[in-house]
């Protein structure tokens, strides 16, 4: 699977599927260890296009053509990749985007997410994964990444 002796809750506890937490603790690997880049709307449309690049990361974007990705995005990108072709997050069915999950890919505050940096993403679901609740007012006045950096093990 993907981890050893980690902080994050279960599936069950978290009131997700496996395959939904794998995704997210994938999502979180990759976003801890700045697999992706953080950039604004305003920037990445000029920069989509050059090679040899980074993902990047911009909540405000779900999957921009597989080049911009949000927390969800990336999590669904990189179960892809592990040859999950189809998976999909089913957060709606879950009481729409007043549950947790959905909480964490919509933060339920005014700003845009255009601004909400790729620091405070992470944070959020970290605070997700080890408490079930994204904590987005905390995870917003992070200024470094999480500690904890993850392992995948069995790729």
Known sequence: MIETDCPFLSASELHITEQEREALIRAYH?????????ITTDDF?????????????????WNLC??????????EM???KQGNED???NYTSRN???DSLGTLFYPPFKDSYNDISMIAATNALYNYLTT???????????????????????D
């Open 30 to 38: 990759h976003l801890v260890n700045e697999q992706s880049e953080y």
């Open 78 to 80: 990189l179960m892809r």
């Open 66 to 75: 597989g080049t911009v990705c949000c927390i969800g995005g990336t999590a």
């Open 45 to 61: 449309y000029g920069r989509i296009y050059e090679k040899d690049l980074k993902p990047f990361f911009n909540m405000a974007h």
């Open 132 to 154: 079930g609740d994204s904590n987005w007012n905390h995870a917003m006045k992070q200024v470094a990444m999480p500690a904890y950096r993850g392992t995948i093990i069995n």
């Open 87 to 89: 998976f999909k997050f």
């Open 96 to 98: 729409g985007n007043s």
